[in-house]
């Protein structure tokens, strides 16, 4: 077990108050799960200050607190610590506490507006196939191994990440693959873990609710760069503006790929189909199932860190061919009679839906219909609500606008922001759900023999978010329940 003063090394600390010798059983920033002999770090969040629950943590056997103001009325036996800012000793003191684990394994970051998701299950999918023990933390699971663990953000809290990987690493895992939302990077999420690699995707429109300006949010993935240790590799994408502003600041290693310029490591699309994606690759044809030229572009960041990493190139060629898609992603299927195409995709940005839609038009005759069904999240950025309907109304021949995760907003009026975006052009491919089983169920009924249809937004998400209360929906599910029902 570890005593207060070993897991408070390299806290920047303000000022200590009581014993710092004592014994601590766990430590947790969420007061409602403190017990006996705990430490309690207080944050102060955007909806709570947990100052105000250190009586409760107390109450609940804290022996120390980690807080930012110290409480006036303070208990004899408990230690009190105080710091600048609480969600970074969170960080330290975790990496303390479970024994700096990311140091015992080869820890990959990667962040980007787009594919972080793809990226790093594909990675993990690949140094599995090579044989490794592997680790993933990413938006839809968390895998040890063969074990999957439900998460409910992109980049956990450090105490969750630290956590895990403490049981990754007690299980064998030698690379663990982690995404790093700037949000994740901004709070201090990853601070403190020691970092074999990252890698960056591209940068585009999202969370300027959050971020307030572009350039924050660009500064915010940058820190991972800068945070790298001299001894690790910085992988960037250069065909994307923002690529090098990621390596202005770090002592890593530096490396690129590309698919327009010249780079450390770069490919060529030679086949882009409803079939997948035929790649030249370090002067070899590569076969993917994968779908959409931005595939080709994760593609090559998996085969740019696996060769980083070590493995054999030929090897690493044939292990790339035997990826499967990732769930949510392009995921599609073709009705049985009128061979109508479905596409569930969890494009949520502007970007992302440009990207799946150019591809679908790329790949499509064209004598058919394009549905696209899409709606934007609340409570998240909304000036991307009309960028993307304006893109929906753009490349579709039919838009259904419905909603995705409310959250506590009014579904209404998030769909009349993203009408705001329509075209006056396109006004007439348009119209609005709100309902999105309805909205799924009346581009079903509408489309007619070898249309295509794609469902945007929540890619793998299995629930719609109301009001903190997430109810069963699946996209997927819709989609097969209803074209099966009139598929004629
Ligand atoms: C906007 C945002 O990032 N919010 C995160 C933030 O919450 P917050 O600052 O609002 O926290 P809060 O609810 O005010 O609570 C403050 C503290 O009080 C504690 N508390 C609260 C109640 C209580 O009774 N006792 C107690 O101790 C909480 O445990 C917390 O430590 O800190 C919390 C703890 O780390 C996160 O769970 C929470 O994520 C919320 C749920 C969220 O939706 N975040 C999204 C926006 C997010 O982080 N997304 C990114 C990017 C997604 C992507 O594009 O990939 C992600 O990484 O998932
Ligand atoms: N390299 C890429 N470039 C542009 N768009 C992409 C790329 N990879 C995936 N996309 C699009 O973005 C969507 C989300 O992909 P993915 O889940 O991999 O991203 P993410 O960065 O993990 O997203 P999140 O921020 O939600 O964690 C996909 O469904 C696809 O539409
Ligand atoms: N990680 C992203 C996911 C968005 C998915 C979309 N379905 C939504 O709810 O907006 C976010 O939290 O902003
Ligand atoms: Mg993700």
């Known amino acids: 077990m ?3 003063s070993d897991i408070l090394y390299r806290v920047p600390i303000l000022a200590v108050e009581g014993n710092t010798s004592q014994q601590v059983r766990n430590i947790h920033i969420d007061s409602t799960k403190v017990g006996l002999n705990d430490l309690f770090i207080a944050i102060k969040g955007t909806h709570t200050d947990a100052h105000q629950f250190i009586p409760n943590a107390i109450n609940q056997g804290a022996l120390a607190v980690v807080c930012e103001i110290l409480p006036e009325k303070r208990n004899n036996g408990v230690t009190y610590i105080q710091v600048e800012d609480t969600r970074l000793a969170a960080a330290f003191i975790a990496d303390n506490f479970y024994d700096r684990p990311s140091t015992k394994m080869k820890l990959i970051g990667i962040t980007g507006t787009n594919g972080k998701t793809t990226v790093s299950s594909l990675l993990f999918q690949l140094f599995k196939n090579a ?3 592997v680790g993933l933390i990413s938006t839809v699971v968390i895998k040890i191994n063969n074990q999957d663990f439900q998460t409910k953000l992109t980049t956990p809290d450090s105490l969750t990440i630290n956590k895990y990987l403490d049981e990754m690493q007690k299980d064998g895992v030698e690379y663990v693959f982690m995404e790093a939302s700037s949000h994740g990077i901004v709070q201090h999420r990853t601070k403190a873990l020691h970092f074999a690699g990252a890698v960056f995707t591209n940068l585009s429109h999202d969370h300027l609710d959050y971020h307030k300006t572009f350039a924050d949010y660009r500064d915010a993935k940058k820190i991972l760069f800068d945070e790298l240790p001299k001894s690790a590799f ?9 690529g090098d502003v990621m390596l202005q600041n ?16 770069t490919a060529k699309v030679l086949e882009n189909n409803f079939n997948g994606l035929l790649l030249k690759l370090n002067d070899t044809e590569v076969w993917s199932p994968l779908i959409g030229s931005f595939n080709a572009y994760n593609l090559l960041a998996v085969f740019s860190v696996a060769d980083l990493l070590g493995v054999d190139r030929l090897e690493n060629l044939r292990l790339i061919s035997e990826l499967k898609p990732v769930s949510g992603r392009f995921q599609h299927f073709i009705s049985e009679k009128q061979k109508i195409t479905a596409i569930v995709d969890y494009a949520h940005t502007p970007d992302a839906l440009e990207n799946v839609l150019s591809t679908i038009n790329a790949i499509r ?8 069904v899409v709606g934007c999240g609340g409570d998240r950025d909304a000036t991307k609500r009309p960028l993307m309907a304006k893109i929906a109304g753009q490349l579709s021949t039919q838009v259904i606008l419905t909603s995705d995760n409310p959250r506590t907003e009014n579904p ?9 975006g329509i075209e006056p052009t396109d006004v007439k491919k348009v119209i609005s759900i709100t309902a999105r ?17 794609l ?20 996209d997927l599910q819709h989609l097969k329940n209803y074209l099966n029902k009139f598929d004629k």
């Open 365 to 372: 005759t064209k004598n058919e219909e394009l549905f696209t």
């Open 2 to 4: 570890n005593t207060l």
């Open 455 to 474: 469902v945007a937004g929540k890619g793998h998400e299995t629930y719609q978010e109301v009001n903190g209360v997430r109810s069963d929906f699946d």
């Open 437 to 453: 089983e309805q909205a799924i169920k009346t581009a079903c009924k509408m489309a007619q023999p070898k249309d295509i249809i």
């Open 131 to 133: 044989g490794f023990k």
């Open 412 to 420: 209404d009026a998030i769909i009349q922001d993203m009408e705001k």
């Open 250 to 265: 770090s002592r890593a290693k530096k490396y690129s790929y590309s698919l327009k310029s010249h780079s450390d490591y």
């Open 234 to 242: 910085a992988l960037i994408n250069t065909d994307d503006k923002n």
